[in-house]
């Protein structure tokens, strides 16, 4: 049995979920609690005194923090998207020059009754954002600039 489509779904939503959560503590560790000791990459991470100095002039205000969740997200998504995409086998790694296939993922424990995934994971990460957004709860702000409840005026 292959890669079932609950399973890629659960991962996929679970990858959103992280996103945003990470996302979300990074603007509030630099713009609300202006801590900056908190970096884990590269191993000997860290910010030069300067650096550090620039940071502290950033005023957290509501629309400062959104746009760094958005700025983080965004990204961090690119990455995964990346990653996915060499799962698939339509991307290729930058520092190898062999043929690549991609990889696969199974369930560990296959269901007879599980349908296998429909879609590359590449192009199914984008499509369940919204699956996320519909679980994901209130929280008064959001990543996406659809109009609803949650946005931030």
């Known amino acids: 049995m292959e890669l079932s489509n609950h399973h890629a779904n659960t991962l996929l ?4 979920q992280d996103i945003e959560e990470y996302a979300d503590a990074f603007a509030t560790k ?3 609690e202006k801590n900056l000791d908190f970096l884990t990459y ?3 991470c860290g910010f030069t005194d300067r650096e550090r ?3 502290q002039k950033l005023a957290g205000n509501d629309d ?3 746009a760094f969740r958005k700025l983080l997200a965004d990204h ?9 995409n060499l799962f698939d086998g339509t991307g290729f790694p930058k520092n190898d020059e062999d043929e690549w296939t991609g990889i696969k993922l199974v369930d560990e424990e296959p ?3 599980a349908t296998p995934v429909d879609d590359w994971l590449h192009d199914k990460f984008y499509e369940t954002y919204w699956d996320w957004k519909a ?4 929280k008064g702000w959001q990543l996406d600039t659809e109009t609803s409840s949650d946005q931030v005026d």
């Open 111 to 113: 269901v007879e009754s």
């Open 13 to 16: 939503l679970d990858i959103h």
């Open 53 to 55: 100095a620039e940071l």
């Open 135 to 138: 679980i994901r709860g209130h």
């Open 30 to 32: 630099v713009l609300d």
């Open 64 to 66: 400062l923090k959104n």
């Open 76 to 84: 961090a998504a690119g990455i995964v998207f990346n990653i996915l």
């Open 42 to 44: 590269p191993p000997n």
